[in-house]
């Protein structure tokens, strides 16, 4: 069964900072990889999607790594601003036997908030 | 740009009765799934549809819940008897395409609090 993991669950830093947000997933045979931003009581947004034969890719100050073969990915934000604080979900699609797994596995999150 | 649309955003309801929530999935889209996100924890998947019919469930996904797909446009999960722990946010997603190239988009949740 797959798990997915984020950590840290909670990152506070000052505007302007660069970091990295971390996800690990158990199980290796995945289909692709997903990274979602969630604002308090509202939905998914999707930032960026990672096949599972790339090893990153790029969305304006959003860089994603993948490791498959680790278990790995990772959220690089550039140049971080307030507007960026939310929380950052992590989603893996497992290939599952002879079928196209429909399901994504979550990630707990990590909240994070950016101050000025 | 196209985006799936929940309905309604709110919903309280008394245990035992039923609910009916609705999504409008992107028009172009194949692939129709329900998620759930209890307060403080992670999105669960629940349920995933593509032409007409459920292509898998979890094992949350038990015999009081359904979905149905009743239009060209609709795509609703019923909850038969409401129970206290079914109180959760409820996200509907789509997606074109399944696999390596696939990206699920999610609509806004509907909040449902049952009482």
């Known amino acids: 069964k797959q798990e997915v993991t984020q950590i840290p669950a909670a990152l506070s830093v000052p505007e302007g900072e660069n970091l990295v947000l971390n996800c690990s997933f158990t199980d290796s045979a995945i289909y692709n990889l997903q990274w979602f931003r969630q604002d308090p009581g509202k939905g998914l947004t999707s930032l960026l999607l990672?096949?599972?034969?790339?090893r990153e890719q790029t969305s304006g100050r959003l860089n994603a790594s993948l490791d498959k073969s680790s278990g790995r990915s990772t959220l690089y934000i550039a140049a971080s601003q307030p507007g960026d604080s939310a929380t950052y979900l992590c989603?893996?699609?497992?290939?599952?036997?002879?079928?196209?797994?429909?399901?994504?596995?979550f990630g707990e999150g990590t909240q994070l908030t950016v101050n000025p | 740009e196209p985006e799936v649309t929940q309905t309604p955003s709110h919903q309280v309801t008394q245990m035992g009765q039923e609910v009916i929530l609705r999504c409008v999935p992107i028009s172009n889209h194949l692939y129709f799934y329900w998620y759930r996100q209890i307060l403080g924890q992670k999105v669960e998947f629940l349920v995933s549809f593509y032409n007409n019919e459920i292509s898998e469930k979890s094992e949350i996904f038990d015999d009081q819940f359904s979905v149905e797909r009743p239009d060209g446009s609709n795509f609703t999960l019923k909850i038969r008897s409401t129970k206290l722990e079914d109180s959760a946010m409820y996200f509907c997603a789509s997606s074109e395409l399944q696999g390596v190239y696939e990206t699920q988009y999610f609509g806004p949740g509907t909040r449902l609090l049952v009482l």
């Open positions: 990672i096949q599972s034969s790339q």
């Open positions: 989603a893996v699609k497992s290939i599952r036997g002879e079928t196209s797994g429909s399901r994504l596995t």
